[in-house]
């Protein structure tokens, strides 16, 4: 079993930034892919950012790059995802997700289906 903490959400004003984390509580288990996810009131939920723990790569959503980072630290299996000049249009709830098959060979990080751990979500609103 895999359970994801989430914290870090908040308000922020545009321009601001926040870190958010998610802890990966495993046992023998860990996933090759640790991404991060939001959804809008009445919009889809969308893919934000990535990370291969096998590749120790990245991959952003594009609206986001440059500005959000996301980062692992492979000892805590926590995931970071640091934002920083927010705007409004971040403003969304933020989902921690992982799976054990890698981000990038089926060129499908974004999608939420292949995605078998979920955290509980942690608000960010960007005024």
């Known amino acids: 079993d895999v359970q994801l903490v989430e914290s870090g959400g908040g308000s922020a004003q545009a321009g601001g930034s926040l870190r958010l984390s998610c802890a990966a509580r495993?046992?023998?288990?860990?996933?090759?892919?640790m991404s991060w996810f939001r959804q809008a009131p009445g919009q889809e939920r969308e893919g934000v950012a990535s990370?291969?723990?096998?590749?120790?790569?990245?991959g952003y959503l594009d609206s986001v790059k440059g500005r959000f980072t996301i980062a692992y630290n492979n000892d805590k299996n926590t995931v970071y995802l640091r934002m920083n000049n927010l705007k409004p249009e971040d403003s969304a709830m933020y989902y921690c997700?992982?799976?054990?098959?890698?981000?990038?060979?089926?060129?499908?990080?974004?999608?939420?289906?292949?995605?078998?751990?979920w955290g509980q979500g942690t608000q960010v609103t960007v005024s």
């Open positions: 997700a992982s799976r054990p098959l890698d981000c990038w060979t089926r060129g499908d990080w974004y999608v939420q289906s292949p995605y078998n751990y």
């Open positions: 495993t046992g023998t288990f860990r996933s090759a892919c």
């Open positions: 990370f291969s723990t096998r590749a120790r790569t990245t």
